[in-house]
């Protein structure tokens, strides 16, 4: 069975400083991966995802994670946090060869960022 | 992609008693997906819905516990049967097209039961 591992529960940056949100993750063969985020008393939304191709992937509101498959990782990374970007962010994993129900997601990540 | 609304948005409800969320999709879908976010948990799947078909249901929740309706391409209901304190949680509404493409969700329903 497939598993997401978000190690940190909470990360704190200053605005304007770089951020990043760790992921990795467990699955039989090549996986999919997913980002998302849940602001309060709302919905997730779609940020990114890798299918296939280059490790770098680039999605909205600025952020990008890079696959790295050799460290089973998925990292969220943007170059300029916003106060805007205090938000819940969850990875999600599905295996290559899986069905569109077999998505996992981690634990979730607060991140918040400070002024 | 897909807009997705949920009814109602809360609810606070008595032990023992049922509520039915209803999904509404802006455009048709083959899958509908519903998933429990505990407080301060990740999400969980419950079951997969497609029209015209039984539910399928994920290990450890039951049809007689969360029946769920599909009567066509863009709406489906949960329905939360016999509530318990333990039943509060955000409940959302998902689609998806294939598993390589992202899934979509409804803005959640947060229930809680007193």
């Known amino acids: 069975a497939q598993s997401v591992a978000q190690p940190e529960d909470q990360v704190n940056v200053a605005e304007g400083n770089p951020l990043t949100v760790k992921c990795t993750y467990s699955?039989?063969?090549?996986?999919?991966l997913f980002w998302y985020v849940q602001y309060p008393n709302r919905g997730l939304q779609f940020l990114l995802k890798y299918i296939t191709g280059d490790n770098l992937v680039k999605g909205s509101y600025g952020f990008e994670a890079e696959f790295n498959k050799s460290q089973t990782s998925f990292h969220l990374k943007k170059p300029s946090a916003l106060v805007s970007d205090s938000a819940l962010y969850f990875c999600?994993?599905?295996?290559?060869?899986?069905?569109?129900?077999?998505?996992?997601f981690g634990s979730g990540t607060q991140l918040t960022v400070l002024p | 992609s897909a807009v997705i609304s949920q009814k109602p948005s809360r609810d606070i409800c008595q032990r023992g008693t049922s509520l039915t969320i209803q999904c509404q999709v802006d455009s048709q879908v083959t899958m509908m997906f519903w998933y429990r976010q505990q407080p301060g948990q990740s999400l969980t799947l419950i079951a997969t819905a497609n029209q015209g078909s039984e539910a399928t249901y994920e290990s450890g929740f039951v049809i007689d516990k969360f029946p769920i309706s599909r009567p066509n391409l863009t709406f489906s209901t949960l329905t939360v049967s016999n509530m318990s304190p333990e039943d509060s949680s955000i409940y959302l509404c998902s689609t998806g097209s294939g598993p390589y493409n992202e899934q979509f969700f409804g803005p959640g329903t947060r229930l809680t039961v007193l």
């Open positions: 999600a994993v599905r295996p290559y060869s899986g069905s569109a129900r077999q998505l996992t």
């Open positions: 699955v039989s063969g090549n996986p999919y």
